[in-house]
């Protein structure tokens, strides 16, 4: 199984001024991770825990601070030119928002074909035929190739999106929240097109999501992101099943089920999620966990390989280990 | 047994909006009641009508829209429908009916105090004399909706408050009065899960301490599952289908109703496809004739073309489908 991307002690700081003078957001801490060939690995965490930032450093949206994001073996700040045109091509992304993606003043065929031109000179011909291809792929009608984006509706709009993703034939597309801005009886349908063009072109995708049902669905392998740094990943099926780290349970329990029997556990604590500006000394995550020990609040622990090849930062955990 | 009178009480309720492009049937004919200590979830997609319907209680359409309401709104059986907008604006609005809506983020006025705003409504409705009352009944409030340190945060601005603080601050301006009836509009929509959860147990808590009646308005079938005491649902504008929780989840009898449970992925319950529905909801300036969901249901008749009446299907479980009509 090769590596599609690879995130290694990837880092990013920004510097903000407060009303206390200057300070440091820690958005991004040594996130480690690797997205195999051909899967889907989702980013998981609450709102400002740095997952759209490290999808912002993937897609050179923003420079890393420190550590690196490797494609094909290759470092991005070693590349060359010729080289950054080239991960271009093949990594691609679809966000949220269909009616703020889409450029209200073109066609859909100018849309599509769009990123084709800034890689390719295709002949005319061949770029219509082209454009109506991957219209046909994402299950739109010819005929819209000559609209405006304002005469489709969000669900619609997002096919529109993925067919310009897919135009040159990426290997990893980048999916922001791919189905959240989408009317509910909408969401299977572009979900069912995402899996199926995945199986069809064997992409791999960079999940962003805070709905972990779609997360469950989609994903081969879960990143948990608590303020800028991984607290457990690996195959989505275990930590689904059985998650080990204290922030990932609380995050599975918290989540309503179509079930009336089913109580959501509401976390104890009143204290919102900690700030990255401010992160809490020794494991971040300590003035919200119900098992709480001297040691965490000391000693920030280290993402540690478990026995059935998840990864998780506990100390309940480590200490398990060393008996 | 007799039953309770019910709280909120609406029959055949038609908002329609007279636009230059013509009627958008927002809401079109639809009763329910809601009693009081219950909630109610109206669950629909974006356009089915489910804010409309609220908005429609508390008479805030949207003031260009050219809305006119038809029908039915009793609040303890006093018609609310022939009130006059002071009448509303004194007497209803915020002291017996009030709204929480979702996104804290525009709901709150960012230039003025919190304590300012949630003490705004108990010197509208004239409950205390003294602006300086109004802030002692403001920390009250904040205590109520569980803020730590009440007294110092009245003093802070809405943007000095995390998503999940904001929404609480909602909520304390929101039962102020101590209301008969509380319209939630996705509430936790722009919350994060553990938070989503902590406010989903204040409106709990607030209910078991108030008895107020509660209308929960959300897209996602299972945030109601642990709050709600009743369903109904909604689609392009009308009730397809009210029940008891227990009836809608475990027994879904409208094909929308199905499919909507089929076409979401839920946790715990993987399936390697969602069963998608095809097609996307009807334009309410021309909905079909009959049944609204005729155009996308999988076990549609010819039939269909007609509006299916409602049929009680047992234990106050109400559906408008042809599949289930008596013959």
């Given at each position: 199984m090769t590596a599609a991307l690879e995130l290694r002690n990837l880092t990013k700081h920004f510097d903000v001024r407060t009303e206390r003078g200057r300070g440091v957001v820690?958005?991004?801490?040594d996130v480690n991770l690797v997205i195999p060939d051909g899967q889907t690995v989702a980013l998981v965490g609450?709102?400002?825990?740095?997952k759209t930032t490290i999808a912002k450093l993937v897609l050179m949206l923003e420079q890393p601070t420190g550590g690196a994001v490797m494609f094909e073996g290759r470092t991005l700040t070693d590349m060359s030119r010729r080289e950054l045109k080239n991960y271009r091509r093949h990594v691609q992304a679809v966000f949220q928002d269909p009616y703020a993606s889409l450029?209200?003043?073109?066609k859909v065929a100018k849309i599509i074909s769009e990123p084709i031109l800034a890689h390719d000179r295709p002949e005319r011909a061949a770029l219509r035929k082209r454009v109506l291809e991957l219209l046909d792929i994402v299950g739109?009608?010819?005929?819209?190739?000559?609209?405006?984006?304002?005469?489709?509706s969000g669900g619609q709009r997002q096919r529109i999106a993925i067919a310009r993703a897919l135009a040159l034939q990426p290997k990893v597309i980048i999916l922001d929240e791919?189905?959240?801005?989408?009317?509910v009886s909408i969401r299977a349908q572009i979900l069912n097109l995402l899996m199926d063009i995945q199986k069809q072109f064997g992409l791999t995708y960079l999940l962003i999501a805070h709905d972990l049902a779609l997360v469950e669905h989609l994903s081969t392998q879960v990143a948990v992101i608590y303020l800028g740094s991984v607290v457990e990943s690996g195959p989505s099926a275990e930590i689904f099943a059985a998650p080990k780290h204290p922030y990932t349970q609380a995050l599975l329990n918290a989540v309503p089920r179509p079930d009336p029997d089913f109580v959501p556990v509401a976390a104890e604590?009143?204290?919102d999620t900690g700030s990255a500006l401010a992160p809490p000394g020794g494991c971040k995550f300590h003035p919200r966990c119900?098992?709480?020990?001297?040691v965490c609040k000391t000693t920030d622990p280290a993402l540690t390989p478990l026995a059935d090849g998840r990864r998780a930062a506990c100390h309940l955990l480590t200490a398990e280990h060393s008996h | 047994m007799t039953a309770p009178a019910p709280l909120l009480e609406v029959k055949d309720l038609k908002t329609h909006l007279h636009l230059r492009r013509g009627i958008v049937r927002a809401v079109d004919g639809i009763s329910f009641e809601v009693h009081e200590g219950e909630t109610l979830g109206l669950v629909g997609e974006s356009g089915s009508g489910k804010t409309m319907t609220c908005l429609s209680i508390l008479r805030l359409?949207?003031?260009?829209?050219g809305g006119r309401i038809d029908g039915s709104i009793k609040l303890d059986g006093a018609e609310?429908?022939?009130?006059?907008e002071g009448e509303m604006a004194q007497?209803?609005?915020?002291?017996?009916v009030a709204m929480i809506s979702q996104d804290p983020m525009t709901s709150l006025?960012?230039?003025?105090t919190v304590g300012d705003q949630v003490s705004g409504p108990f010197l509208y409705h004239k409950l205390v004399r003294t602006v300086r009352e109004a802030w002692k009944k403001a920390a009250e409030g904040l205590r109520r909706v569980r803020i730590p340190s009440p007294e110092q945060r009245l003093?802070?601005?809405?943007?000095?408050?995390s998503g999940g603080m904001r929404q609480r601050v909602a909520t304390a301006m929101a039962i102020a009065c101590s209301p008969r009836l509380l319209i939630a509009d996705e509430?936790?929509?722009?919350?994060d899960v553990t938070i989503q959860v902590q406010m989903m147990a204040l409106l709990k808590s607030i209910q078991r301490d108030s008895k107020v009646g509660i209308i929960l308005i959300t897209h996602d079938l299972s945030i109601v599952a642990g709050l709600c005491h009743r369903i109904a649902v909604m689609y392009a504008g009308r009730i397809v289908e009210t029940g008891k929780v227990r009836d809608i989840y475990?027994?879904?009898?409208h094909p929308y109703t199905q499919a909507l449970l089929e076409a979401i992925p839920h946790l715990g319950?993987?399936?390697?496809?969602l069963a998608a529905i095809p097609g996307q909801p009807p334009s309410l300036l021309d909905?079909?004739?009959?049944?609204?969901?005729a155009p996308r249901c999988?076990?549609?008749?010819?039939?269909?073309d007609e509006y299916p009446p409602a049929t009680n299907?047992?234990?106050?479980?109400?559906v408008h489908c042809w599949l289930k009509a008596k013959q």
């Amino acid at each position: 199984m090769t590596a599609a991307l690879e995130l290694r002690n990837l880092t990013k700081h920004f510097d903000v001024r407060t009303e206390r003078g200057r300070g440091v957001v820690r958005a991004v801490n040594d996130v480690n991770l690797v997205i195999p060939d051909g899967q889907t690995v989702a980013l998981v965490g609450e709102s400002g825990c740095g997952k759209t930032t490290i999808a912002k450093l993937v897609l050179m949206l923003e420079q890393p601070t420190g550590g690196a994001v490797m494609f094909e073996g290759r470092t991005l700040t070693d590349m060359s030119r010729r080289e950054l045109k080239n991960y271009r091509r093949h990594v691609q992304a679809v966000f949220q928002d269909p009616y703020a993606s889409l450029n209200p003043r073109l066609k859909v065929a100018k849309i599509i074909s769009e990123p084709i031109l800034a890689h390719d000179r295709p002949e005319r011909a061949a770029l219509r035929k082209r454009v109506l291809e991957l219209l046909d792929i994402v299950g739109l009608p010819a005929t819209a190739a000559d609209l405006y984006p304002h005469e489709f509706s969000g669900g619609q709009r997002q096919r529109i999106a993925i067919a310009r993703a897919l135009a040159l034939q990426p290997k990893v597309i980048i999916l922001d929240e791919p189905i959240s801005a989408l009317d509910v009886s909408i969401r299977a349908q572009i979900l069912n097109l995402l899996m199926d063009i995945q199986k069809q072109f064997g992409l791999t995708y960079l999940l962003i999501a805070h709905d972990l049902a779609l997360v469950e669905h989609l994903s081969t392998q879960v990143a948990v992101i608590y303020l800028g740094s991984v607290v457990e990943s690996g195959p989505s099926a275990e930590i689904f099943a059985a998650p080990k780290h204290p922030y990932t349970q609380a995050l599975l329990n918290a989540v309503p089920r179509p079930d009336p029997d089913f109580v959501p556990v509401a976390a104890e604590s009143f204290d919102d999620t900690g700030s990255a500006l401010a992160p809490p000394g020794g494991c971040k995550f300590h003035p919200r966990c119900p098992h709480v020990m001297p040691v965490c609040k000391t000693t920030d622990p280290a993402l540690t390989p478990l026995a059935d090849g998840r990864r998780a930062a506990c100390h309940l955990l480590t200490a398990e280990h060393s008996h | 047994m007799t039953a309770p009178a019910p709280l909120l009480e609406v029959k055949d309720l038609k908002t329609h909006l007279h636009l230059r492009r013509g009627i958008v049937r927002a809401v079109d004919g639809i009763s329910f009641e809601v009693h009081e200590g219950e909630t109610l979830g109206l669950v629909g997609e974006s356009g089915s009508g489910k804010t409309m319907t609220c908005l429609s209680i508390l008479r805030l359409l949207p003031r260009h829209g050219g809305g006119r309401i038809d029908g039915s709104i009793k609040l303890d059986g006093a018609e609310l429908t022939t009130l006059s907008e002071g009448e509303m604006a004194q007497d209803i609005r915020g002291q017996q009916v009030a709204m929480i809506s979702q996104d804290p983020m525009t709901s709150l006025n960012p230039v003025f105090t919190v304590g300012d705003q949630v003490s705004g409504p108990f010197l509208y409705h004239k409950l205390v004399r003294t602006v300086r009352e109004a802030w002692k009944k403001a920390a009250e409030g904040l205590r109520r909706v569980r803020i730590p340190s009440p007294e110092q945060r009245l003093k802070n601005y809405p943007h000095q408050f995390s998503g999940g603080m904001r929404q609480r601050v909602a909520t304390a301006m929101a039962i102020a009065c101590s209301p008969r009836l509380l319209i939630a509009d996705e509430p936790t929509t722009a919350l994060d899960v553990t938070i989503q959860v902590q406010m989903m147990a204040l409106l709990k808590s607030i209910q078991r301490d108030s008895k107020v009646g509660i209308i929960l308005i959300t897209h996602d079938l299972s945030i109601v599952a642990g709050l709600c005491h009743r369903i109904a649902v909604m689609y392009a504008g009308r009730i397809v289908e009210t029940g008891k929780v227990r009836d809608i989840y475990k027994n879904p009898a409208h094909p929308y109703t199905q499919a909507l449970l089929e076409a979401i992925p839920h946790l715990g319950q993987k399936r390697e496809r969602l069963a998608a529905i095809p097609g996307q909801p009807p334009s309410l300036l021309d909905p079909p004739a009959g049944c609204r969901f005729a155009p996308r249901c999988p076990k549609r008749m010819s039939i269909c073309d007609e509006y299916p009446p409602a049929t009680n299907i047992g234990d106050g479980h109400v559906v408008h489908c042809w599949l289930k009509a008596k013959q």
